[in-house]
């Protein structure tokens, strides 16, 4: 990519996830990605062939704009519209600059669903995580891929807060027509200062990856 997003150097299981997609869906699939922020992993899947559905609501990830960068310095950063433009991958995205969380649920439509992160911003917190979950499972066709990686508690304060969880704690909303295929999570480990995160700070992170049966009749 000759641009790069401003999460470009922050950890992910998204490789994880990527191989799973090539496993079980289309090379030309339709993957939701949820929470798009400025395009670290819509690029990629646009790039690999892959139709991307981008759903974010903040104005500067989309539309770029003035951003506070660690050592108390400004920059323009460039937003997930023209990121697409200077890659030349605008035909394979659809941009909805929406809150994933507002309205009635959309879906399904879409091979694949892809979340990075989301859940434990406080902006979310005011609706249920099992909410957020079912959401994006009904964005996913039979036979469709769900993955998520996501924050586990390391502060005190996160244990009460239900949006920090586990690969366990989530199994409970993959019953019926879902399965779970791969969990993974890290230990404890330090990450440098990024884009609303001044000083070095200590995350531990899990995924979630699980296949929707094919052979179930789409009710939704």
């Given at each position: ?68 960068l660690p050592g108390d310095s400004q920059a323009h950063a460039l937003g997930l519209v023209d990121r ?137």
């Open positions: 990519m000759q641009t790069q997003s401003l999460w470009e150097h922050t950890l992910t299981f998204f490789p994880q996830f990527l191989a799973t997609l090539r496993e079980r869906v289309a090379p030309d699939a339709t993957v939701a990605v949820v929470g798009a922020s400025d395009g670290k992993f819509v690029l990629p899947l646009a790039a690999a062939g892959y139709h991307v559905v981008a759903i974010e609501r903040d104005e500067v990830a989309v539309h770029g704009g003035d951003v506070h697409l433009k200077l890659e030349e991958l605008q035909d394979r995205v659809q941009v909805v600059e929406n809150d994933f969380l507002d309205g009635e649920p959309m879906g399904p439509y879409c091979e694949a669903v892809w979340t990075s992160c989301s859940w434990h911003y406080s902006a979310n917190h005011h609706r249920p995580l099992a909410e957020f979950v079912d959401r994006m499972q009904r964005l996913v066709r039979p036979g469709g891929v769900f993955g998520a990686e996501f924050m586990m508690p390391v502060e005190r304060r996160h244990h009460v807060i239900e949006h920090y969880t586990s690969p366990e704690r989530l199994r409970h909303h993959f019953l019926g027509d879902w399965e779970v295929v791969l969990t993974l999570r890290t230990n404890e480990f330090i990450e440098r200062p990024h884009v609303g995160q001044p000083h070095d700070h200590t995350h531990r992170m899990g995924l979630l990856v699980a296949a929707r049966a094919s052979t179930v009749t789409d009710h939704f």
